[in-house]
């Protein structure tokens, strides 16, 4: 999506538990003297005219201490606030995040926390985190014009209760909603195929010339169609959507269909025929039969031997060890035959729980302008991007044309970046546009974006299920039936696909045993969830 509304160009205003919590201290050492009676500039900089000082809790990925990170200083500068990180390794965040909460010594604000739906609305009507709305309407005018220009970044903020507890990470330029598929240029060249499978039996017929026609060119039966991997939380997870959409399925748990209401892709017939085409790959020798057992390591050493006809990977050619070109095509989502077009998820861009103001804040007012200003264009391209003249400079910026400056030393940008921001591999609260990255892609990144333009976007790529709250007592049921729903439809998904179980012959079953666990309830529960977010 290419942000450049009028209402965007407005935006331009402005043992575990000792060790994790010990050094939290006081508010009254951290927090400034005067914090509470500082006086708040709605608009213009610095946001307060004393120096203001308070704490925040953050994921920390280890690459800088955030005291010395350059956009930190420069965010001080700016606005006369700053802060003492109370942060903990992002592998053990919510180990400390559980712990703050239940020894009621909080931060005053929690940085890219990723606070669920249930904690906001546990914690806000404990009265643990501030509702945020009335702040939002005095003191940031950044964020509130975008969620007048996008409503659905207001619905899904909003909890049941009608409050707003936290500030989200806003991803308008990242479309995908899972790694994409990706064909093996090289073996599309061997085979002499220049037109990309549409339908399921084309992509058979793809899978299977590659088992058999040797298109690595080595003389050895060593190709393997299609591979998978399996993590402790899903089996097959980085091809299941992909191969989901084909029968009409736009997501693993949960998506709403045309007519607005909520189903359980599990027990849903175009979920059967899933089943039973991934059964005749495995059947067939297509689908790589370690691909319930072998990790992203195993599979990335096949993809470097030029083993892998079509992968899932954030970009082909890390997967192969090769350079970044444009030989590896996207895939083309395939659709059954029985199925008009295929079904495709495409992300919502919004994700709640990345800022939140605590009862402990000496100066919610102060904590809301600081943070409004990531939701700027100009907080925007300083968080994400780092300070003008380090790693990027203006060619137009009028226009907010950009381009890249090399890093020094041969060193990698992204691991410059990752010393200069906070905003690196955590769920930081911001908005990222193309505008942000306006001069700064290279001619990889434009074939890539045209790839996911033609390809996914102009064939209909929608939202399978938009984020939303579920109450604290509806969130409780959920978590207790999902506990066991999720473990058996895992269990039963490798079972059909490999032949363990009869798909025709155990479907019936299958399905009345989801029933009883209660399945149908979880889709009633979201259903309620998801017409009051509509009703918002």
Same mark, same amino acid.
């Given at each position: 999506?290419?942000?450049?509304?009028?209402?965007?160009?407005?935006?331009?205003?402005?043992?575990?538990?000792?060790?994790?919590?010990?050094?939290?201290?006081?508010?009254?050492?951290?927090?400034?003297?005067?914090?509470?009676?500082?006086?708040?500039?709605?608009?213009?900089?610095?946001?307060?005219?004393?120096?203001? /000082?308070?704490?925040?809790?953050?994921?920390?990925?280890?690459?800088?201490?955030?005291?010395?990170?350059?956009?930190?200083?420069?965010?001080?500068?700016?606005?006369?606030?700053?802060?003492?990180?109370?942060?903990?390794? /992002?592998?053990?965040?919510?180990?400390?995040?559980?712990?703050?909460?239940?020894?009621?010594?909080?931060?005053?604000?929690?940085?890219?926390?990723? !606070?669920?739906?249930?904690?906001?609305?546990?914690?806000?009507?404990?009265?643990?985190?501030?509702? !945020?709305?009335?702040?939002?309407?005095?003191?940031?005018?950044?964020?509130?014009?975008?969620?007048?220009?996008?409503?659905?970044?207001?619905?899904?903020?909003?909890?049941?209760?009608? #409050?707003?507890?936290?500030?989200?990470?806003?991803?308008?330029?990242?479309?995908?909603?899972?790694?994409?598929?990706?064909?093996?240029?090289?073996?599309?060249?061997?085979?002499?195929?220049?037109?990309?499978?549409?339908?399921?039996?084309?992509?058979?017929?793809?899978?299977?010339?590659?088992?058999?026609?040797?298109?690595?060119?080595?003389?050895?039966?060593?190709?393997? &169609?299609?591979?998978?991997?399996?993590?402790?939380?899903?089996?097959?997870?980085?091809?299941?959507?992909?191969?989901?959409?084909?029968?009409?399925?736009?997501?693993?748990?949960?998506?709403?269909?045309?007519?607005?209401?909520?189903?359980?892709?599990?027990?849903?017939?175009?979920?059967?025929?899933?089943?039973?085409?991934?059964?005749?790959?495995?059947?067939?020798?297509?689908?790589? #039969?370690?691909?319930?057992?072998?990790?992203?390591?195993?599979?990335?050493?096949?993809?470097?031997?030029?083993?892998?006809?079509?992968?899932?990977?954030? #970009?082909?050619?890390?997967?192969?060890?090769?350079?970044?070109?444009?030989?590896?095509?996207?895939?083309?989502?395939?659709?059954?035959?029985?199925?008009? /077009?295929?079904?495709?998820?495409?992300?919502?861009?919004?994700?709640?729980?990345?800022?939140?103001?605590?009862?402990?804040?000496?100066?919610?007012?102060?904590?809301?302008?600081?943070?409004?200003?990531?939701?700027?264009?100009?907080?925007?391209?300083?968080?994400?991007?780092?300070?003008?003249?380090?790693?990027?400079?203006?060619?137009?910026?009028?226009? #907010?044309?950009?381009?890249?400056?090399?890093? &020094?030393?041969?060193?990698?940008?992204?691991?410059?970046?990752?010393?200069?921001?906070?905003?690196?591999?955590?769920?930081?609260?911001?908005?990222?546009?193309?505008?942000?990255?306006?001069?700064?892609?290279?001619?990889?990144?434009?074939?890539?974006?045209?790839?996911?333009?033609?390809?996914?976007?102009?064939?209909?790529?929608?939202?399978?299920?938009?984020?939303?709250?579920?109450?604290?007592?509806?969130?409780?049921?959920?978590?207790?039936?999902?506990?066991?729903?999720?473990?058996?439809?895992?269990?039963?998904?490798?079972?059909?696909?490999?032949?363990?179980?009869?798909?025709?012959?155990?479907?019936?079953?299958?399905?009345?045993?989801?029933?009883?666990?209660?399945?149908?309830?979880?889709?009633?529960?979201?259903?309620?969830?998801?017409?009051?977010?509509?009703?918002?």
């Amino acid at each position: 999506m290419n942000v450049r509304s009028k209402a965007w160009k407005l935006l331009m205003i402005g043992g575990l538990g000792a060790s994790l919590l010990a050094g939290c201290g006081s508010k009254e050492e951290a927090a400034s003297p005067d914090a509470k009676n500082a006086e708040v500039k709605k608009e213009g900089f610095p946001i307060v005219e004393a120096p203001l /000082k308070m704490t925040m809790m953050a994921p920390d990925t280890g690459v800088q201490n955030w005291e010395d990170m350059v956009v930190l200083k420069e965010m001080e500068k700016l606005t006369n606030i700053s802060f003492e990180y109370k942060n903990a390794p /992002k592998d053990s965040f919510e180990t400390k995040k559980n712990l703050v909460f239940a020894s009621e010594d909080y931060p005053d604000v929690f940085y890219a926390a990723g !606070l669920t739906p249930s904690e906001q609305l546990k914690y806000g009507e404990q009265g643990v985190l501030l509702p !945020l709305e009335d702040l939002i309407d005095e003191y940031a005018p950044n964020f509130k014009a975008l969620m007048d220009e996008y409503p659905d970044v207001r619905k899904s903020i909003t909890a049941p209760d009608g #409050h707003i507890y936290s500030l989200p990470v806003i991803e308008f330029s990242q479309h995908w909603y899972r790694n994409p598929l990706w064909y093996n240029g090289s073996y599309l060249e061997a085979l002499g195929i220049d037109k990309l499978p549409e339908t399921t039996e084309e992509l058979y017929t793809y899978l299977k010339r590659v088992k058999e026609e040797d298109p690595n060119g080595n003389g050895k039966a060593d190709e393997i &169609p299609i591979s998978s991997v399996t993590t402790p939380a899903a089996n097959i997870r980085d091809i299941r959507t992909w191969m989901l959409g084909a029968f009409g399925i736009y997501e693993e748990t949960l998506f709403v269909d045309d007519n607005d209401v909520v189903r359980y892709s599990p027990i849903e017939e175009g979920y059967k025929e899933y089943l039973k085409y991934m059964n005749r790959l495995w059947t067939d020798d297509l689908l790589d #039969h370690e691909s319930f057992s072998q990790t992203a390591e195993q599979k990335q050493a096949k993809g470097e031997s030029n083993q892998l006809g079509l992968f899932s990977a954030w #970009h082909a050619y890390q997967l192969l060890g090769t350079e970044a070109s444009d030989k590896d095509p996207m895939f083309l989502p395939v659709h059954a035959e029985n199925v008009e /077009k295929a079904a495709i998820a495409k992300n919502g861009g919004i994700k709640t729980g990345a800022f939140a103001i605590t009862k402990t804040n000496p100066n919610p007012a102060a904590s809301m302008r600081w943070a409004d200003y990531l939701y700027s264009y100009e907080g925007s391209v300083l968080f994400n991007k780092g300070p003008e003249g380090t790693l990027w400079e203006y060619t137009n910026k009028e226009d #907010h044309t950009k381009k890249a400056i090399p890093a &020094p030393d041969g060193k990698d940008s992204e691991e410059i970046r990752s010393t200069l921001t906070p905003n690196y591999g955590i769920p930081a609260p911001t908005i990222l546009t193309d505008e942000v990255n306006k001069g700064l892609t290279t001619e990889f990144d434009e074939w890539v974006n045209n790839e996911t333009q033609t390809k996914l976007l102009d064939n209909g790529a929608r939202v399978p299920f938009p984020a939303l709250f579920l109450t604290v007592e509806e969130q409780s049921e959920i978590n207790s039936l999902n506990s066991d729903l999720s473990t058996y439809v895992k269990q039963m998904e490798a079972k059909f696909i490999t032949g363990a179980e009869s798909v025709d012959g155990g479907w019936d079953a299958y399905v009345d045993t989801l029933k009883k666990m209660g399945a149908e309830r979880v889709a009633e529960i979201n259903q309620g969830a998801y017409d009051r977010w509509k009703a918002n």
